[in-house]
């Protein structure tokens, strides 16, 4: 494995990737960058590459904070400084794993010095070492929410705070932050993309001839990584060169009135939350201009700021896409071009042109009526197959809402995630017990107890403590778990009438966006006419589970017990896979079921399988009208599970339904 790092300037297109990596380059205050895209588009090449073109840092000696002689930070742990000289050296790339710990990123308590020597002594993190460098987080959307946080928080403040163990300590924590991330695996939370200063979307190149250079440098590369590297070091040295020059000229850039007015009005005609994204558009343009050699900030850096500013910050539910109208941005800049300053006088201004007044009307795009007028469906019951879609009816769905929240019984180990109760790396700590396995998780005052009583007898004779294996004990942390919540639902033509198809369709949705906010993994099963299909296996990603659900005909038979046995089969694959994450079943059906003159018996065998497995399960009663026969109310019964129609799905009372229901003895062995 080659240690020579593959150029910056060698890579083939993604200019606005290049560009807002360069951006945080020159300033680490804009506040990192989001890489979104598809796997295999060289997101994780370019983010190293552009580590070495980083100027060099020069650090105290011996300082593990790397703390700039010129300046030392006053709160260091291992300061206080007086040496002026200092080291230079290359400024780090520090990449953060997925499973990465909270006590890895910022530090803890030194164990194995306190346990030995009897001293307190602090153990910085990642985040120290990332300092004056690059923190690098590839699939940033699949760390737990906590590290997350910490992470962004570390970043927006420049400072790490670390209070645990009874260590107390500050230190400075400046560096770019760069995650990248596969939106097919999942998204991260609108609260969290919005700490990101700026967010690119990339993806492979269409075009043939680009994609055969991509390979072609590849292959030389792979071939002789050194000579490779030596044909494009003059570009990567005048790149290195124009970052430094970039960075020094970036205090004197003015940020005029008029450039500033643009970015204000840019970001409330685009309605984003709160002033971060004025803060941020700011100090891209800034750089921007910087970049560019520039004193002043124009137009055309207000525009560019826009573009990789405000994306990710528009998105108002899970479902919405990250992206910008360009025709809204530039009505917008165009309004408030050459605005004259507001007078300082009394009275109001009679041109009208006011922030508030006039404008361009505001795009509100929520009217849905007519959308689905040419899809008004048919009752007629015997569409012929499951996967066509040649004649079946489609209804959109309805507006999502809040529903109530649906627990697996009993206490799992799964992932951490904001759904059920578990054993969790994260929580708060309820007992110690002796290691089940490898030691993970030390639980310090247990331990010590644990020894206290034999050191006498151990002949203990300094401050070090006298521990043997028996002593040691560990934290049990209680916290709450993701699940896969795996939806089956019924598209048979008993539920194809537009509009309650709309409104299981817009409980479903509501449920999805549950499932997201609470970080769970999604699959769905449907069935109609004369099977059931995986319309989608378990997946992060519940846009994709939107998409599906959008896009799910109606008609035909009603094969229950065909739904069913694949869910069945489907969370039998899933345990092997992920033999921690508990599964949450949702049947979304009327509870009828044709085929045979056994088919409500075949459903309740299926049923009874599930039952068996101990899946936990809810039943979204879907039956409507003044007879109502309690099939989906049966259903719930032979799956072991309360049934909820679809008015219930938002009363106050269902949060207790899973939570109080008594689960059957397979499920609380399971459990």
Same mark, same amino acid.
Not at 579 to 604: C, E, I, K, M, N
């Given at each position: $494995?080659?240690?020579?790092?593959?150029?910056?300037?060698?890579?083939?297109?993604?200019?606005?990737?290049?560009?807002?990596?360069?951006?945080?380059?020159?300033?680490?205050?804009?506040?990192?960058?989001?890489?979104?895209?598809?796997?295999? /588009?060289?997101?994780? /090449?370019?983010?190293?590459?552009?580590?070495?073109?980083?100027?060099?840092?020069?650090?105290?000696?011996?300082?593990?904070?790397?703390?700039?002689?010129?300046?030392?930070?006053?709160?260091?742990?291992?300061?206080?400084?007086?040496?002026?000289?200092?080291?230079?050296?290359?400024?780090?790339?520090?990449?953060?794993?997925?499973?990465?710990?909270?006590?890895?990123?910022?530090?803890?308590?030194?164990?194995?010095?306190?346990?030995?020597? %009897?001293?307190?002594?602090?153990?910085?993190?990642?985040?120290?070492?990332?300092?004056?460098?690059?923190?690098?987080?590839?699939?940033?959307?699949?760390?737990?929410?906590?590290?997350?946080?910490?992470?962004?928080?570390?970043?927006?403040? %420049?400072?790490?705070?670390?209070?645990?163990?009874?260590?107390?300590?500050?230190?400075?924590? =400046?560096?770019?932050?760069?995650?990248?991330?596969?939106?097919?695996?999942?998204?991260?939370?609108?609260?969290?993309?919005?700490?990101?200063?700026?967010?690119?979307?990339?993806?492979? /190149?269409?075009?043939?001839?680009? #994609?055969?250079?991509?390979?072609?440098?590849?292959?030389?590369?792979?071939?002789?990584?050194?000579?490779?590297?030596?044909?494009?070091?003059?570009?990567?040295?005048?790149?290195?060169?124009?970052?430094?020059?970039?960075?020094?000229? *970036?205090?004197?850039?003015?940020?005029?009135?008029?450039?500033?007015?643009?970015?204000?009005?840019?970001?409330?005609?685009?309605?984003?939350?709160?002033?971060?994204?004025?803060?941020? $558009?700011?100090?891209?343009?800034?750089?921007?201009?910087?970049?560019?050699?520039?004193?002043?900030?124009?137009?055309?850096?207000?525009?560019?700021?826009?573009?990789?500013?405000?994306?990710?910050?528009?998105?108002?539910?899970?479902?919405?896409?990250?992206?910008?109208?360009?025709?809204?941005?530039?009505?917008?800049?165009?309004?408030?071009?050459?605005?004259?300053?507001?007078?300082? %006088?009394?009275?109001?201004?009679?041109?009208?042109?006011?922030?508030?007044?006039?404008?361009?009307?505001?795009?509100?795009?929520?009217?849905?009526?007519?959308?689905?007028?040419?899809?008004?469906?048919?009752?007629?019951?015997?569409?012929?197959?499951?996967?066509?879609?040649?004649?079946?009816?489609?209804?959109?769905?309805?507006?999502?809402?809040?529903?109530?929240?649906?627990?697996?019984?009993?206490?799992?180990?799964?992932?951490?995630?904001?759904?059920?109760?578990?054993?969790?790396?994260?929580?708060?700590?309820?007992?110690?017990?002796?290691?089940?396995?490898?030691?993970?998780?030390?639980?310090?005052?247990?331990?010590?107890?644990?020894?206290?009583?034999?050191?006498?007898?151990?002949?203990?004779?300094?401050?070090?403590?006298?521990?043997?294996?028996?002593?040691?004990?560990?934290?049990?942390?209680?916290?709450?778990?993701?699940?896969?919540?795996?939806?089956?639902?019924?598209?048979?033509?008993? $539920?194809?009438? #537009?509009?309650? $198809?709309?409104?299981?369709?817009?409980?479903?949705?509501?449920?999805?966006?549950?499932?997201?906010?609470?970080?769970?993994?999604?699959?769905?099963?449907?069935?109609?006419?004369?099977?059931?299909?995986?319309?989608?296996?378990?997946?992060?990603?519940?846009?994709? %589970?939107?998409?599906?659900?959008?896009?799910?005909?109606?008609?035909?038979?009603?094969?229950?017990?065909?739904?069913?046995?694949?869910?069945?089969?489907?969370?039998?694959?899933?345990?092997?896979?992920?033999?921690?994450? =508990?599964?949450?079943?949702?049947?979304?059906?009327?509870?009828?079921?044709?085929?045979?003159?056994?088919?409500?018996?075949?459903?309740?065998?299926?049923?009874?399988?599930?039952?068996?497995?101990?899946?936990?399960?809810?039943?979204?009663?879907?039956?409507?009208?003044?007879?109502?026969?309690?099939?989906?109310?049966?259903?719930?019964?032979?799956?072991?599970?309360?049934?909820? /129609?679809?008015?219930?799905?938002?009363?106050?009372?269902?949060?207790? *339904?899973?939570?109080?229901?008594?689960?059957?003895?397979?499920? #609380?062995?399971?459990?």
């Amino acid at each position: $494995m080659t240690d020579v790092r593959y150029p910056f300037t060698a890579i083939v297109g993604m200019p606005d990737l290049r560009l807002g990596l360069l951006l945080n380059a020159v300033s680490p205050a804009v506040g990192g960058v989001l890489v979104r895209g598809e796997k295999g /588009t060289a997101k994780s /090449t370019m983010v190293r590459a552009l580590a070495g073109l980083l100027p060099s840092i020069a650090t105290v000696p011996g300082c593990r904070f790397a703390c700039d002689p010129a300046g030392p930070d006053p709160q260091c742990p291992d300061g206080p400084h007086a040496e002026p000289a200092g080291d230079e050296r290359a400024a780090y790339l520090v990449e953060l794993p997925v499973g990465v710990s909270e006590d890895r990123i910022v530090g803890s308590l030194d164990l194995e010095r306190a346990l030995a020597e %009897g001293v307190k002594a602090y153990e910085p993190g990642l985040l120290a070492k990332a300092h004056r460098g690059v923190l690098y987080i590839d699939e940033v959307n699949l760390l737990q929410d906590h590290v997350v946080d910490l992470l962004l928080d570390a970043a927006a403040m %420049g400072r790490s705070y670390v209070e645990r163990e009874g260590v107390s300590v500050r230190h400075a924590a =400046r560096f770019l932050l760069v995650g990248t991330m596969n939106p097919e695996e999942g998204e991260l939370r609108p609260q969290l993309l919005d700490r990101f200063g700026l967010t690119v979307e990339i993806a492979a /190149t269409r075009d043939p001839e680009e #994609r055969a250079e991509v390979v072609r440098r590849r292959l030389a590369y792979d071939a002789d990584p050194a000579g490779f590297a030596a044909r494009f070091a003059a570009e990567e040295d005048a790149l290195a060169e124009r970052i430094t020059t970039a960075r020094e000229l *970036l205090p004197r850039v003015e940020l005029t009135d008029l450039a500033l007015r643009q970015i204000t009005a840019v970001c409330a005609a685009f309605e984003v939350d709160g002033l971060r994204a004025d803060i941020v $558009m700011a100090r891209t343009a800034v750089a921007l201009a910087a970049w560019e050699g520039r004193t002043e900030v124009l137009e055309e850096d207000v525009r560019k700021a826009a573009q990789l500013a405000l994306p990710h910050r528009r998105r108002r539910n899970p479902f919405d896409a990250p992206g910008l109208d360009e025709e809204q941005l530039d009505r917008t800049l165009d309004e408030h071009r050459d605005e004259p300053e507001p007078p300082e %006088g009394d009275g109001p201004d009679d041109s009208g042109g006011g922030p508030d007044g006039g404008g361009a009307p505001e795009p509100q795009g929520d009217a849905p009526d007519g959308s689905a007028a040419s899809e008004e469906p048919s009752e007629e019951p015997n569409v012929p197959s499951q996967g066509g879609s040649s004649n079946a009816p489609v209804a959109s769905a309805g507006e999502p809402y809040r529903t109530r929240l649906f627990k697996v019984p009993g206490t799992g180990k799964g992932a951490q995630g904001r759904r059920s109760p578990a054993e969790t790396d994260g929580g708060h700590t309820i007992r110690a017990r002796r290691p089940q396995g490898l030691l993970s998780r030390l639980h310090l005052s247990a331990t010590l107890q644990a020894a206290a009583p034999h050191q006498v007898a151990r002949g203990r004779d300094s401050r070090a403590l006298r521990l043997r294996k028996d002593d040691f004990r560990e934290q049990v942390r209680q916290g709450r778990e993701s699940n896969l919540v795996l939806f089956v639902v019924d598209a048979s033509g008993s $539920m194809a009438a #537009r509009q309650r $198809m709309t409104a299981v369709k817009g409980a479903v949705l509501s449920l999805l966006m549950d499932a997201y906010q609470r970080r769970d993994k999604i699959g769905m099963v449907t069935f109609r006419g004369a099977g059931a299909e995986l319309a989608l296996p378990p997946t992060s990603s519940v846009e994709v %589970g939107a998409a599906r659900l959008e896009q799910l005909p109606t008609g035909g038979r009603t094969p229950l017990a065909a739904g069913l046995l694949r869910a069945h089969e489907t969370l039998r694959i899933e345990r092997m896979r992920d033999p921690h994450r =508990r599964p949450l079943l949702v049947v979304v059906t009327d509870g009828r079921a044709t085929g045979g003159r056994d088919a409500l018996a075949q459903a309740g065998r299926a049923a009874g399988l599930l039952a068996a497995q101990g899946t936990a399960s809810v039943v979204l009663d879907c039956e409507s009208g003044h007879v109502r026969l309690g099939l989906a109310r049966t259903l719930a019964g032979q799956l072991g599970g309360p049934a909820v /129609t679809l008015d219930e799905l938002r009363a106050e009372g269902v949060a207790a *339904l899973v939570h109080a229901h008594r689960p059957s003895s397979s499920l #609380r062995k399971a459990a």
